[in-house]
């Protein structure tokens, strides 16, 4: 079935770096979703991606959707403790009824 | 508006018991889900409904039933649990958007325990 892969599985940075997770697709998306969860807590949607190449930011996070709709990425910029949580992205079905999440990316900051 | 809400939030199970979670939603969405989410398995679909009456099965529906009587609400039953359905237990809704899907919103969770 449809699939969509996330990487790194975890990822530890010190305050103030960088952070990036990867999410790919064998097949072409229509658009999709990040989401971010914080330790104990439930996904939060955070932004959706539509068109090819779009690019968004949301202050110090920056959301990128692939030129041919097979991959999108979120970078962090100067991390901070306030980041700690699971990013998971989501495509939609071929039906377009549902969505299939990745298997997230949990990040780490240590002060 | 509460948004979505899940009922109980914990519960311990003995194997072959049957319980049954309540999610409800306040923002007339047409679309619901149930997820489970284990370690280092992300969110797994379990079943989902596009509209009152309607069910699907989602990625892993074994062991699990479900019901859409009322557009608000959406019932998971486990009619013998195993502890292999310990997990926590995760409800979402949203609308169509165009040929795709609008944001989803998720409920705060159930933890449930089956020993």
């Known amino acids: 079935g449809q699939q969509v892969m996330q990487i790194p599985q975890y990822q530890h940075v010190q305050e103030g770096e960088d952070f990036t997770t990867y999410c790919n697709s064998s097949t072409t998306l229509s658009n999709i979703q990040w989401y971010k969860q914080r330790p104990g807590g439930h996904p939060v949607f955070l932004i959706q991606?539509?068109?090819?190449?779009e690019v968004k930011k949301q202050k110090r996070l920056t959301f990128q959707f692939g030129e041919a709709k097979k991959n999108s990425s979120l970078h962090i910029t100067a991390t901070q403790t306030t980041d700690v949580g699971t990013y998971f992205c989501a495509a939609a079905n071929q039906a377009g009824t549902a969505l299939i999440f990745g298997k997230g990316t949990t990040l780490s900051v240590s002060s | 508006n509460a948004g979505v809400t899940q009922t109980p939030k914990f519960r311990v199970l003995k194997t072959g018991q049957s319980m049954t979670l309540l999610c409800a939603q306040d923002?007339?969405?047409?679309?619901m889900y149930w997820y489970r989410q284990d370690p280092g398995m992300g969110l797994r679909l379990i079943h989902y409904?596009?509209?009152?009456?309607?069910?699907a099965k989602g990625e892993v529906p074994d062991g699990y039933n479900v019901s859409r009587l009322k557009k608000q609400n959406f019932l998971l039953g486990l009619e013998s649990a195993a502890p292999s359905q310990t997990s926590v237990y995760f409800c979402?809704?949203?609308?169509?958007?165009?040929?795709?899907?609008?944001?989803?919103?998720f409920g705060p969770g159930t933890r449930l325990t089956v020993l």
């Open positions: 923002m007339n969405h047409e679309y």
């Open positions: 409904s596009v509209g009152e009456g309607t069910t």
């Open positions: 991606l539509v068109k090819s190449g």
């Open positions: 979402a809704s949203s609308d169509p958007r165009g040929d795709s899907i609008d944001t989803q919103y």
